[in-house]
């Protein structure tokens, strides 16, 4: 009995010696800014808006500057005919996108995707679209859907949560 309370009056200097050099010590944040990471290779930086790397020279690249893929639009000429039917704005969690309701005769996977290409290069300015093809000619029906993220923001808000699935900046796919 009387070890059990010699170690009890042990434990209880230890405890109190720890919590007195605690106390003095300045107090340490809960809060605090993560360190953060290098670029992903899969998403590349904005150049017209101005340098890539911080003031301070860490490398540490502004997210909002990040663009993702080409937004370069197709050759007319290899652009299916499509129209615009429907454009519903679709923001949320701070990012800016929009859905839209496509109507075209064109049928393939490799038509969907000069169309999302023309798309994404129309509605640069978004974070993500989607889109879903149909065509009113035969029958209102689904066809396919394109999911185009322009940042890593839009990529985040079609659901890809460790980041785009591609370089390319879209992901085309038809009914078959």
């Not at 340098?51 to 690249?61: E, K, M, N, R, Y």
């Not at 129209?83 to 996108?97: K, S, T, Y």
Request: aromatic fraction near 10%; proline fraction near 5%.
């Amino acid at each position: 009995m009387r070890r059990v309370s010699i170690r009890i009056l042990v434990l209880f200097a230890v405890a109190s010696v720890f919590s007195t050099a605690c106390a003095s010590e300045e107090r340490i944040s809960v809060v605090h800014t993560p360190e953060l990471r290098a670029v992903p290779a899969i998403a590349e930086v904005e150049r017209a808006s101005g340098p890539a790397i911080s003031g301070d020279g860490t490398g540490i690249v502004n997210i909002s500057e990040i663009r993702i893929g080409s937004f370069e639009r197709p050759d007319k000429t290899s652009i299916p005919e499509y129209e615009v039917l429907e454009r519903e704005p679709a923001d949320r969690n701070g990012a800016h996108a929009v859905r839209l309701l496509v109507d075209t005769r064109a049928r393939t996977e490799a038509d969907y995707e000069v169309i999302a290409r023309d798309l994404k290069a129309k509605y640069a300015g978004y974070d993500a679209i989607s889109v879903e093809f149909t065509d009113t000619q035969d029958v209102f029906d689904y066809n396919g859907a394109a999911l185009i993220f322009n940042t890593p923001d839009g990529a985040y808000y079609m659901g890809y949560i460790y980041g785009p699935p591609n370089t390319k900046g879209y992901y085309v796919k038809a009914v078959e």
